[in-house]
């Protein structure tokens, strides 16, 4: 390999980290520690790389080694990580506090921290740090998002929607906090606010498959038959496979009977 500095080899591994070759980006990174020992760079990229390969043993080991020697918070947010894949959640809880300890004004950072757990559905994890975000930058919409998510999966039905609320008032483009905020309407039993939620986000944008069921089973317009045919495409792309032979007619009825008091 004709690489002749550190930092082209940790920029070879992680362009194989990105194209998801972790065991190519780890014997790139291997190769570069054996020509630049020490390099923190390139340790944290054999971490990555045996945290992405599943072997996250090693990862750990690696990342508590790095934790005393080059502490940072990429650092201990993938200790974070890999101790959470290894279901030690006390230990990761404890590496992303000290993360979010050295990064009070970073949202961005503590944001990821939050979806670390919430991705593994540790909710009450979670919400310290999508809270500590949205402290940090309060006009930024996915911290809110983030928060009014995590607070929903906890049931906290009412903060939920205020923190959802303020992510499309923030970013009225923001379909997918749209989207999310329409289930959380539909689900509390509030039909005709959901119903005008979930309309108002295009039938061109990214659908999640929750919102386009609560979409489909309110709003079906049989009577308009271009908004059913867009209906139908809609679905069959974001299930991934054609609605089956009598599903329309049944969410038709299934959309009456919710419109009913």
């Known amino acids: 390999m004709s690489i002749q500095s550190s930092e082209e080899y940790e920029k070879e591994g992680l362009r194989l980290l990105q ?4 065991a190519e ?9 054996r020509r630049f020992p020490g ?3 390139l340790t944290m990229g054999t971490a990555m790389s045996h945290l992405r390969l599943g072997d996250y043993a090693q ?3 690696i990342l508590e080694d790095l934790r005393l020697t080059h502490r940072s918070a990429e650092t201990l947010q993938a200790l974070a990580e890999a101790y959470l894949a290894r ?3 006390g230990e990761a809880v404890r590496a992303a506090e000290e993360a979010a300890a050295g990064a009070r004004d970073d ?8 979806r670390s757990f919430y991705s593994c559905r540790r909710y009450r994890e979670a919400l310290p740090f999508y809270e500590l975000a949205a402290e940090a930058s309060p006009e930024w919409s996915e911290t809110w998002f983030g928060l009014g998510a995590c607070q929903w999966a906890l049931k906290q039905a009412a903060s939920a929607e205020a923190a959802l609320r303020r992510a499309v008032e923030l970013d009225p483009k923001d379909w997918q906090a749209r989207q999310f905020l329409g289930c959380v309407l539909c689900d509390v039993g ?3 606010e959901a119903r005008e939620m979930l309309e108002s986000v295009p039938l061109e944008a990214p659908w999640q498959k929750p919102a386009l069921e609560r979409l489909v089973a309110m709003s079906w317009w049989p009577a308009d038959k271009t908004r059913s045919r867009q209906m139908e495409t809609l679905w069959q792309t974001t299930m991934g496979s054609a609605a089956p032979k009598g599903a329309l007619d049944v969410l038709e009825e299934v959309s009456r009977k ?3 008091p």
């Open 39 to 41: 390099d923190a760079d």
């Open 59 to 61: 990862a750990c080991e």
């Open 19 to 22: 194209a998801e070759r972790p």
């Open 190 to 192: 509030r039909k005709k």
């Open 87 to 89: 279901g030690m959640t």
């Open 107 to 114: 949202a961005r950072q503590l944001s990821r921290l939050g």
């Open 25 to 33: 980006a780890l014997n790139v990174f291997v190769e570069g520690i």
């Open 258 to 260: 919710m419109d009913e």
